[in-house]
Nanobody, 118 residues
Framework: VQLVESGGGLVQTGGSLRLSCAAS????????MGWFRQAPGKERKFVAT???????IYADSVKGRFTISRDNGKNTVSLQMNSLKPEDTAVYYC?????????????WGQGTQVTVSS
């Protein structure tokens, strides 16, 4: 299984970025796909997940600003990030899991850096 993220970069406060993750190597119909992030010196934290039928869960810190979406035919998951804040700066990781609460992760991507300047 391989997860490949793209779309990170540098953006000013209030700006937007869209992250994408392409998954390959198996069928992901029974899996949740999602995103975590890890800021420097901090633990990796949950951002959002989405199930096969489009049901999604968000961390409180990103609700109303981030939108997760999924294309089952292409095995991709995306994260539209709007109204970005400096505290959103982190390495963002794509994740695939069978756990609805994403307490255990079956597969991780390599990560993509998002930097929000103030």
């Amino acid at each position: 299984v391989q997860l490949v993220e793209s779309g990170g970069g540098l953006v000013q406060t209030g700006g937007s970025l869209r992250l994408s993750c392409a998954a390959s190597g198996r069928t992901f119909s029974m899996y949740y796909m999602g995103w975590f992030r890890q800021a420097p010196g901090k633990e990796r934290k949950f951002v959002a997940t989405i199930n096969w039928s489009g049901g999604s869960i968000y961390a409180d810190s990103v609700k109303g600003r981030f939108t997760i979406s999924r294309d089952n035919g292409k095995n991709t998951v995306s994260l539209q990030m709007n109204s970005l804040k400096p505290e959103d700066t982190a390495v963002y990781y794509c994740a695939v899991t069978k756990s609805p609460a994403a307490t255990t992760i079956d597969y991780w991507g390599q990560g993509t850096q998002v930097t929000v300047s103030s």
